[in-house]
Nanobody, 126 residues
């Protein structure tokens, strides 16, 4: 059973930065495509960024140039560096994993993913 544990959330002023981490266990991390999603109060879960097994990357337009997704297969950890944070980035952030044999594929639909973390709260004050 794959377990994902997010950390690094918190309260930050607009323009500030946070780095989220997602530690994976119970799987071969390098066999998983990974993604970050977020959910604001009263809204549906939204795709943020995804990374393939070998590092191909895609972002939602609203975070391009501000957020950076990365992975360290040696540490079984996924990261999301968030710079230039805005109040509209306030949400619970979730990491997700998809076991896949396709090394170059990344996935932007929540329904594509097999496993989810419990989420970490990010709050950006204006």
């Amino acid at each position: 059973q794959v377990q994902l544990v997010e950390s690094g959330g918190g309260l930050v002023q607009a323009g500030g930065s946070l780095r989220l981490s997602c530690a994976a266990s119970g799987c071969t991390f390098s066999s998983c495509a990974m993604g970050w999603f977020r959910q604001a109060p009263g809204k549906e879960r939204e795709f943020v960024a995804a990374i393939s097994r070998i590092g191909s990357i895609v972002y939602v337009d609203s975070v391009k140039g501000r957020f950076t997704i990365s992975r360290d297969n040696g540490k079984n950890t996924l990261y999301l560096q968030m710079n230039g944070l805005k109040p509209e980035d306030t949400a619970v952030y979730y990491c997700a994993a998809k076991l896949t044999s396709y090394i170059t594929s990344y996935y932007s639909k929540a329904s594509d993913y097999n496993y989810w973390g419990q989420g970490t709260q990010v709050t950006v004050s204006s």
